[in-house]
Nanobody
Framework: QVRLVESGGGLVQAGDSLRLSCAAS????????MGWFRQAPGKEREFVAS????????EYAESVKGRFTISRDNPENMLYLQMNSLKPEDTAVYYC???????????????????WGQGTQVTVSS
């Protein structure tokens, strides 16, 4: 059974940085694309960043381009999201996600996601 466990969230001030981590287990991590999504109160869950199975291709939402960096460590079964220059509008619960298809290149829609983590709260104060 696939399990995704996020960590690293917290309360920070605008302009600060945070690094989210996602520990994956239950299948061969290196064969699947991974992604980060977020959901703010009263809003729909939205795409943040995606990385291909090899790490060679990344995709970002326009709102985070240039500030966030997604990466993965396949031997350690870990996914990361480095978030710099945080803004109050980045406040949300952040979810790690993956799909069922092998050798995926990007996960940018919630409809592609088959497995979700439990989420980690990120709060950015102004």
């Amino acid at each position: 059974q696939v399990r995704l466990v996020e960590s690293g969230g917290g309360l920070v001030q605008a302009g600060d940085s945070l690094r989210l981590s996602c520990a994956a287990s239950g299948r061969t991590f290196s064969q699947y694309a991974m992604g980060w999504f977020r959901q703010a109160p009263g809003k729909e869950r939205e795409f943040v960043a995606s990385i291909s199975w090899s790490g060679g291709r990344t995709e970002y939402a326009e709102s985070v381009k240039g500030r966030f960096t997604i990466s993965r460590d396949n031997p350690e079964n870990m996914l990361y999201l480095q978030m710099n220059s945080l803004k109050p509008e980045d406040t949300a619960v952040y979810y790690c996600a993956t799909e069922r298809s092998l050798w995926g290149t990007a996960i940018i829609r919630t409809t592609q996601v088959h497995y979700w983590g439990q989420g980690t709260q990120v709060t950015v104060s102004s």
